[in-house]
C-alpha cells in the first residue's frame, strides 16, 4: 500500500535519484534547492512511499501570483498559512513506478491542501508532452508559460480551487 506523507531530511538521497530520473540536469533541482525545500515548505512537500521506499514526491511553494516565474526555482519563502496559489515545483516519480497513478494521488494530496488551507489553487507548469496528462486531472491550459527554466518551453496549467472536489 502506498503511504503519503510529509518530507524529512533523511529522505534527500532517494530524491535526488528520482528528481535525476525525471529531470534533465538543466530542469533538476539541486541538492541545495531540496535542502531548502525541505527547510520552509515541508508543509507542501509531500512523499509517496511503500515499504519505506520513496516512490515519487510533489512540492511547491505557496505564490501570490497564478503562475511561476523563473525566480521561484532560485529562492522560495516559508508558506503562509492561508491563502495563495499552490504552486508545484516538482513532481517525480520513480521510473520503476510509473504507470501506477502515483502521480495523481500526489496531485489529489496537493488538492486536499489546498482545500484545508483556503488557497485558491494550483498552478504549475509543464511540457507539451505532458499537457493532456494535467488536462485529464482538471488543470486548464493557459498557453506557453514565460518561465524558460532549463531552457525549454513550458505551459502554465491551472486548477482553481472551485474546481476540485
Known amino acids: 500500500m502506498i503511504s503519503l506523507r510529509n518530507v524529512q531530511t533523511t529522505d534527500i538521497e532517494q530524491l535526488l535519484i528520482i528528481e535525476n530520473e525525471g529531470f ?3 530542469e533538476a533541482a539541486t541538492k ?3 535542502v531548502e525545500r525541505i527547510q520552509l515548505i515541508a508543509d507542501t512537500f509531500i512523499v509517496a512511499e511503500k515499504e ?3 516512490l515519487g514526491y510533489i512540492n511547491g511553494p505557496i505564490i501570490n501570483q497564478l503562475y511561476i516565474t523563473d525566480d521561484l526555482f532560485k529562492e522560495i519563502k516559508k508558506n503562509p498559512k492561508r491563502g495563495g496559489y499552490q ?3 516538482g513532481l517525480a516519480v520513480s ?3 510509473r504507470n501506477q497513478g502515483i502521480a495523481k494521488i500526489l496531485i489529489r494530496k496537493m488538492e486536499e491542501l489546498v482545500l484545508e488551507n483556503e488557497r ?3 498552478t504549475l507548469t ?3 508532452e505532458l499537457v493532456s496528462f494535467y488536462e485529464m486531472l482538471g488543470f486548464v491550459n493557459h498557453g506557453l508559460s514565460e518561465s ?3 531552457g525549454v518551453s513550458w505551459y502554465n496549467m491551472v486548477k482553481l480551487r472551485n474546481g476540485m472536489n
Open 32 to 34: 541545495e534547492a531540496f
Open 148 to 150: 524558460k527554466h532549463g
Open 120 to 122: 485558491d489553487g494550483i
Open 24 to 26: 534533465s540536469i538543466e
Open 95 to 97: 521510473q520503476q513506478a
Open 126 to 128: 509543464c511540457k507539451q
Open 87 to 89: 504552486s508545484v515545483l
Open 52 to 54: 519505506g521506499e520513496i
